[in-house]
Protein backbone atom coordinates (compact mmCIF):
# COMPACT_ATOMS: atom_id res chain seq x y z
CA UNK A 1 0.00 0.00 0.00
CA UNK A 2 0.87 3.46 -0.35
CA UNK A 3 2.15 5.83 2.68
CA UNK A 4 2.17 9.70 2.61
CA UNK A 5 3.60 11.95 4.74
CA UNK A 6 3.26 15.34 4.94
CA UNK A 7 6.07 17.25 6.72
CA UNK A 8 7.87 20.43 7.51
CA UNK A 9 9.68 19.94 4.34
CA UNK A 10 7.12 19.02 1.73
CA UNK A 11 5.24 15.45 1.11
CA UNK A 12 6.91 12.14 0.42
CA UNK A 13 5.47 8.79 -0.29
CA UNK A 14 6.47 5.68 0.35
CA UNK A 15 5.45 1.79 -0.43
CA UNK A 16 4.65 -0.30 2.92
CA UNK A 17 4.08 -3.90 3.10
CA UNK A 18 1.17 -5.64 4.70
CA UNK A 19 1.78 -5.81 8.39
CA UNK A 20 5.33 -3.69 7.95
CA UNK A 21 5.87 -0.65 10.45
CA UNK A 22 4.86 2.44 9.04
CA UNK A 23 8.47 3.72 10.68
CA UNK A 24 10.47 0.93 9.38
CA UNK A 25 9.09 1.16 5.68
CA UNK A 26 9.92 4.88 5.54
CA UNK A 27 13.32 4.26 6.75
CA UNK A 28 14.07 1.63 4.55
CA UNK A 29 12.90 3.67 1.65
CA UNK A 30 15.47 6.48 2.38
CA UNK A 31 13.44 8.87 4.17
CA UNK A 32 14.73 10.65 6.73
CA UNK A 33 11.82 10.12 9.33
CA UNK A 34 12.34 11.14 12.97
CA UNK A 35 13.34 8.56 15.79
CA UNK A 36 15.24 7.69 18.66
CA UNK A 37 14.65 4.28 20.15
CA UNK A 38 12.63 2.73 17.03
CA UNK A 39 10.72 0.52 19.58
CA UNK A 40 7.69 2.43 20.87
CA UNK A 41 9.43 3.49 24.28
CA UNK A 42 10.33 7.21 23.55
CA UNK A 43 7.53 8.78 21.58
CA UNK A 44 10.11 10.67 18.90
CA UNK A 45 8.18 9.62 16.21
CA UNK A 46 5.01 10.73 16.67
CA UNK A 47 2.43 11.40 13.83
CA UNK A 48 -0.94 12.51 12.85
CA UNK A 49 -3.59 10.29 10.52
CA UNK A 50 -4.92 13.04 7.93
CA UNK A 51 -6.02 9.88 6.13
CA UNK A 52 -6.88 6.02 6.19
CA UNK A 53 -6.56 3.35 8.90
CA UNK A 54 -3.94 2.84 11.12
CA UNK A 55 -3.65 -0.48 13.60
CA UNK A 56 -1.90 -0.50 16.67
CA UNK A 57 0.60 -3.22 17.36
CA UNK A 58 1.57 -2.63 20.73
CA UNK A 59 -1.22 -1.51 23.14
CA UNK A 60 1.25 -0.62 26.45
CA UNK A 61 3.60 0.85 23.87
CA UNK A 62 5.27 3.11 26.96
CA UNK A 63 6.11 5.96 24.41
CA UNK A 64 2.09 6.24 24.12
CA UNK A 65 1.89 8.65 26.83
CA UNK A 66 3.58 11.29 24.50
CA UNK A 67 0.54 11.23 21.81
CA UNK A 68 -2.88 12.36 21.95
CA UNK A 69 -4.81 9.64 20.25
CA UNK A 70 -8.25 11.47 20.59
CA UNK A 71 -6.30 13.80 17.96
CA UNK A 72 -5.53 10.48 15.75
CA UNK A 73 -1.73 10.51 16.89
CA UNK A 74 -0.01 7.61 16.38
CA UNK A 75 4.02 6.14 16.62
CA UNK A 76 4.74 5.48 13.65
CA UNK A 77 6.96 2.55 15.29
CA UNK A 78 4.11 0.41 16.62
CA UNK A 79 1.78 0.85 13.89
CA UNK A 80 0.74 -0.69 10.99
CA UNK A 81 -1.91 0.15 7.99
CA UNK A 82 -4.33 -2.39 6.60
CA UNK A 83 -4.31 0.15 2.95
CA UNK A 84 -3.42 3.74 2.01
CA UNK A 85 -3.16 6.09 4.20
CA UNK A 86 -1.74 9.78 5.06
CA UNK A 87 0.34 11.15 7.87
CA UNK A 88 0.96 14.30 9.39
CA UNK A 89 4.89 14.21 10.67
CA UNK A 90 5.68 17.38 12.40
CA UNK A 91 9.43 17.41 11.41
CA UNK A 92 12.18 18.57 8.51
CA UNK A 93 12.12 15.20 6.29
CA UNK A 94 14.72 14.41 3.48
CA UNK A 95 15.05 11.62 0.94
CA UNK A 96 18.02 9.81 0.86
CA UNK A 97 20.61 9.44 4.31
CA UNK A 98 23.98 10.60 2.86
CA UNK A 99 26.43 8.34 3.74
CA UNK A 100 24.78 6.07 5.99
CA UNK A 101 23.01 2.56 5.18
CA UNK A 102 20.17 2.32 4.85
CA UNK A 103 18.18 0.12 7.04
CA UNK A 104 17.09 -3.48 6.10
CA UNK A 105 15.41 -6.29 6.96
CA UNK A 106 17.38 -9.77 8.27
CA UNK A 107 17.04 -12.86 9.51
CA UNK A 108 19.17 -13.87 12.30
CA UNK A 109 20.70 -16.96 14.12
CA UNK A 110 21.87 -16.75 17.80
CA UNK A 111 25.28 -17.98 18.89
CA UNK A 112 28.10 -17.44 21.22
CA UNK A 113 25.78 -17.30 24.37
CA UNK A 114 28.46 -15.80 27.53
CA UNK A 115 27.08 -14.82 30.77
CA UNK A 116 29.00 -11.71 32.03
CA UNK A 117 27.63 -11.24 35.22
CA UNK A 118 24.57 -12.40 37.17
CA UNK A 119 22.10 -10.24 34.94
CA UNK A 120 24.26 -9.56 31.53
CA UNK A 121 24.76 -11.65 29.04
CA UNK A 122 26.52 -11.24 25.41
CA UNK A 123 25.51 -13.34 22.32
CA UNK A 124 26.06 -12.82 18.72
CA UNK A 125 23.58 -12.79 16.10
CA UNK A 126 24.72 -14.80 12.66
CA UNK A 127 22.82 -12.66 9.91
CA UNK A 128 21.40 -13.96 6.72
CA UNK A 129 23.48 -10.85 4.64
CA UNK A 130 26.15 -8.54 5.41
CA UNK A 131 25.00 -5.83 7.62
CA UNK A 132 27.65 -2.18 7.09
CA UNK A 133 27.19 0.43 10.11
CA UNK A 134 28.56 3.04 11.66
CA UNK A 135 30.54 2.41 14.91
CA UNK A 136 27.55 3.79 17.76
CA UNK A 137 24.97 1.70 16.02
CA UNK A 138 21.91 -0.48 17.10
CA UNK A 139 19.58 -2.77 15.92
CA UNK A 140 16.20 -3.91 16.73
CA UNK A 141 15.83 -7.52 17.53
CA UNK A 142 12.04 -9.25 17.45
CA UNK A 143 11.71 -13.03 18.79
CA UNK A 144 8.44 -14.70 17.79
CA UNK A 145 6.42 -14.61 21.10
CA UNK A 146 7.70 -11.72 22.33
CA UNK A 147 5.63 -8.41 21.92
CA UNK A 148 7.67 -5.07 20.62
CA UNK A 149 10.87 -5.35 19.04
CA UNK A 150 13.93 -3.74 21.29
CA UNK A 151 16.75 -1.90 20.38
CA UNK A 152 20.35 -2.99 21.00
CA UNK A 153 23.72 -1.50 20.19
CA UNK A 154 26.45 -2.96 18.24
CA UNK A 155 29.40 -3.97 20.67
CA UNK A 156 31.35 -4.87 17.48
CA UNK A 157 32.72 -3.21 14.50
CA UNK A 158 32.80 -4.14 10.99
CA UNK A 159 32.67 -2.44 7.34
CA UNK A 160 30.61 -5.67 6.05
CA UNK A 161 29.34 -7.67 9.23
CA UNK A 162 28.22 -11.26 8.89
CA UNK A 163 28.00 -11.54 12.99
CA UNK A 164 26.39 -8.96 15.31
CA UNK A 165 27.91 -9.28 18.67
CA UNK A 166 25.41 -8.04 21.48
CA UNK A 167 25.35 -7.31 25.35
CA UNK A 168 21.87 -7.35 26.87
CA UNK A 169 21.54 -6.10 30.63
CA UNK A 170 18.19 -8.22 32.59
CA UNK A 171 15.65 -5.54 33.27
CA UNK A 172 13.35 -6.19 36.03
CA UNK A 173 9.56 -7.39 34.35
CA UNK A 174 11.85 -6.84 30.91
CA UNK A 175 9.79 -9.38 28.59
CA UNK A 176 12.45 -9.65 26.10
CA UNK A 177 15.42 -9.97 28.78
CA UNK A 178 13.30 -12.51 30.96
CA UNK A 179 12.76 -14.31 27.26
CA UNK A 180 16.52 -14.47 26.63
CA UNK A 181 17.72 -14.74 30.55
CA UNK A 182 15.47 -17.91 31.34
CA UNK A 183 15.46 -19.87 28.04
CA UNK A 184 18.69 -21.57 26.10
CA UNK A 185 18.48 -19.14 23.44
CA UNK A 186 21.54 -20.31 21.33
CA UNK A 187 20.17 -21.92 17.77
CA UNK A 188 17.19 -19.67 18.24
CA UNK A 189 15.99 -17.32 15.10
CA UNK A 190 15.82 -14.16 15.46
CA UNK A 191 14.62 -10.83 13.06
CA UNK A 192 16.89 -8.08 12.92
CA UNK A 193 16.24 -4.20 11.82
CA UNK A 194 18.89 -2.02 10.96
CA UNK A 195 20.91 -0.15 11.27
CA UNK A 196 19.61 2.90 13.07
CA UNK A 197 21.12 5.27 15.67
CA UNK A 198 22.59 8.82 15.11
CA UNK A 199 24.78 8.36 17.82
CA UNK A 200 27.52 7.31 15.56
CA UNK A 201 31.44 7.93 15.46
CA UNK A 202 33.62 9.27 12.50
CA UNK A 203 37.30 9.32 12.89
CA UNK A 204 37.52 11.75 9.67
CA UNK A 205 35.43 14.12 12.30
CA UNK A 206 39.27 14.67 14.19
CA UNK A 207 37.62 15.19 17.85
CA UNK A 208 38.91 13.81 21.29
CA UNK A 209 36.18 11.15 22.58
CA UNK A 210 34.32 11.00 25.52
CA UNK A 211 32.25 7.82 26.18
CA UNK A 212 30.41 7.69 29.27
CA UNK A 213 28.35 4.84 29.80
CA UNK A 214 26.05 2.62 32.30
CA UNK A 215 25.14 -1.07 32.52
CA UNK A 216 25.21 -2.72 29.11
CA UNK A 217 25.17 1.14 27.69
CA UNK A 218 28.82 0.43 27.72
CA UNK A 219 27.57 -1.89 23.98
CA UNK A 220 27.57 0.99 21.61
CA UNK A 221 30.80 2.78 22.67
CA UNK A 222 32.79 -0.46 22.53
CA UNK A 223 32.09 -0.14 19.07
CA UNK A 224 33.60 3.52 19.04
CA UNK A 225 36.74 2.20 20.84
CA UNK A 226 37.11 -0.52 18.31
CA UNK A 227 36.92 1.45 15.19
CA UNK A 228 39.18 4.12 17.16
CA UNK A 229 41.71 1.45 17.62
CA UNK A 230 41.67 -0.10 14.26
CA UNK A 231 41.87 3.46 12.71
CA UNK A 232 44.38 4.63 14.70
CA UNK A 233 42.43 7.36 15.82
CA UNK A 234 43.70 7.57 19.49
CA UNK A 235 47.54 8.17 17.90
CA UNK A 236 46.65 11.78 17.58
CA UNK A 237 43.40 12.26 19.47
CA UNK A 238 42.61 11.53 22.82
CA UNK A 239 39.47 9.17 24.54
CA UNK A 240 38.65 9.47 27.83
CA UNK A 241 35.93 6.48 28.82
CA UNK A 242 33.69 5.96 31.62
CA UNK A 243 31.90 2.96 32.80
CA UNK A 244 29.46 2.94 35.57
CA UNK A 245 28.60 -0.08 37.87
CA UNK A 246 27.22 -0.18 40.92
CA UNK A 247 29.71 -3.05 42.37
CA UNK A 248 32.91 -4.99 41.18
CA UNK A 249 30.69 -8.13 40.65
CA UNK A 250 28.91 -6.18 37.87
CA UNK A 251 31.90 -5.09 36.09
CA UNK A 252 32.54 -6.85 32.85
CA UNK A 253 35.28 -6.09 29.74
CA UNK A 254 37.31 -5.72 31.87
CA UNK A 255 40.06 -7.99 29.60
CA UNK A 256 39.07 -5.82 26.28
CA UNK A 257 39.49 -2.27 28.20
CA UNK A 258 42.63 -3.20 29.31
CA UNK A 259 43.91 -4.18 25.90
CA UNK A 260 42.23 -0.83 24.27
CA UNK A 261 44.39 1.43 26.40
CA UNK A 262 48.01 -1.44 25.85
CA UNK A 263 47.11 -0.09 22.86
CA UNK A 264 47.62 3.73 23.28
CA UNK A 265 48.38 4.16 26.48
CA UNK A 266 49.40 7.61 26.40
CA UNK A 267 45.94 8.64 24.74
CA UNK A 268 43.47 6.09 25.82
CA UNK A 269 42.41 6.10 29.41
CA UNK A 270 39.35 4.17 31.01
CA UNK A 271 37.38 5.05 34.27
CA UNK A 272 35.36 2.08 36.03
CA UNK A 273 33.18 4.08 38.71
CA UNK A 274 31.31 1.90 41.23
CA UNK A 275 28.61 3.55 43.11
CA UNK A 276 27.70 1.33 45.53
CA UNK A 277 30.89 0.29 47.24
CA UNK A 278 34.53 0.78 47.22
CA UNK A 279 37.55 0.33 45.26
CA UNK A 280 39.37 -2.80 46.71
CA UNK A 281 43.09 -2.52 45.92
CA UNK A 282 43.12 -5.99 44.51
CA UNK A 283 41.30 -4.63 41.56
CA UNK A 284 43.54 -2.16 40.89
CA UNK A 285 46.39 -4.44 41.23
CA UNK A 286 44.71 -6.87 38.81
CA UNK A 287 43.49 -4.82 36.25
CA UNK A 288 46.53 -1.78 36.30
CA UNK A 289 46.00 -0.05 32.88
CA UNK A 290 42.36 0.62 34.09
CA UNK A 291 41.52 3.38 36.65
CA UNK A 292 38.79 2.35 39.25
CA UNK A 293 36.78 5.08 41.40
CA UNK A 294 33.88 5.36 43.88
CA UNK A 295 30.71 7.61 42.77
CA UNK A 296 28.12 7.81 40.29
CA UNK A 297 29.32 8.05 36.85
CA UNK A 298 28.29 11.35 35.59
CA UNK A 299 29.93 12.83 39.01
CA UNK A 300 33.27 10.72 38.47
CA UNK A 301 33.37 12.48 35.32
CA UNK A 302 32.68 15.71 36.00
CA UNK A 303 35.45 15.71 38.07
CA UNK A 304 38.18 13.50 36.11
CA UNK A 305 37.56 15.57 32.90
CA UNK A 306 37.33 19.18 34.64
CA UNK A 307 39.23 21.52 32.31
CA UNK A 308 39.82 18.47 29.16
CA UNK A 309 37.03 19.41 26.88
CA UNK A 310 38.93 20.61 24.35
CA UNK A 311 37.79 19.55 20.70
CA UNK A 312 35.70 17.02 22.12
CA UNK A 313 32.67 15.00 21.31
CA UNK A 314 31.12 13.38 24.10
CA UNK A 315 28.47 9.82 23.66
CA UNK A 316 26.19 9.04 26.48
CA UNK A 317 24.43 5.51 26.88
CA UNK A 318 22.54 3.89 29.70
CA UNK A 319 19.69 3.55 31.78
CA UNK A 320 17.65 6.52 31.67
CA UNK A 321 18.50 8.58 35.33
CA UNK A 322 22.23 8.09 34.46
CA UNK A 323 21.76 9.92 30.92
CA UNK A 324 20.28 12.69 32.36
CA UNK A 325 22.15 13.05 35.04
CA UNK A 326 25.17 12.74 32.25
CA UNK A 327 23.46 15.28 30.04
CA UNK A 328 23.02 17.96 32.94
CA UNK A 329 26.59 17.83 33.40
CA UNK A 330 27.74 17.97 29.99
CA UNK A 331 25.12 20.53 29.18
CA UNK A 332 25.87 23.21 32.56
CA UNK A 333 29.66 22.33 33.75
CA UNK A 334 31.59 20.83 30.64
CA UNK A 335 29.52 23.75 28.43
CA UNK A 336 29.08 21.70 25.18
CA UNK A 337 27.14 22.64 23.16
CA UNK A 338 24.27 19.96 21.94
CA UNK A 339 26.12 19.26 18.46
CA UNK A 340 28.72 17.55 20.23
CA UNK A 341 26.59 15.22 22.50
CA UNK A 342 25.84 12.37 20.97
CA UNK A 343 22.91 9.63 22.50
CA UNK A 344 20.40 7.52 21.82
CA UNK A 345 17.24 7.07 23.91
CA UNK A 346 16.60 3.51 24.65
CA UNK A 347 15.08 3.69 27.79
Same mark, same amino acid.
Given at each position: ?????????????????????????????? !??? &?? #???? $???????????? =? +? /????????????????????????????????? !??? &?? #???? $???????????? =? +? /??????????????????????????????????????????????????????????????????????????????????????????????????????????????????????????????????????????????????????????????????????????????????????????????????????????????????????????????????????????????
Amino acid at each position: MKIKVQTKSGEFEYNCEPGELLLYAGLRHG !LTL &PY #ECAT $GTCGTCRARVKD =G +E /INLEWADAPGLSYVNQEKNELLMCRSTAPGDCT !LRV &PA #EVSE $GMGTKTVPGYRK =G +E /IKNVRELTHDVVSFDVDIDSPMSFDAGQFAVLDAVGVTGGRAYSMVNYATSADTLNFVVKRKPEGKFSDWLFDNNIAGHKINVFGPLGKATFHPEEKKNILCMAGGSGIAGMMSIIARGCDDSHFADHKGHVFFGVRTAQDIFYLEEFSSFVEAYPKTLEVTIALSDEDVTPELKNRFPMIKFQTGFVHTVTSEQMAGKYENILAYVAGPPPMVDGALRMLVLEARLPGTDIRYDKFG
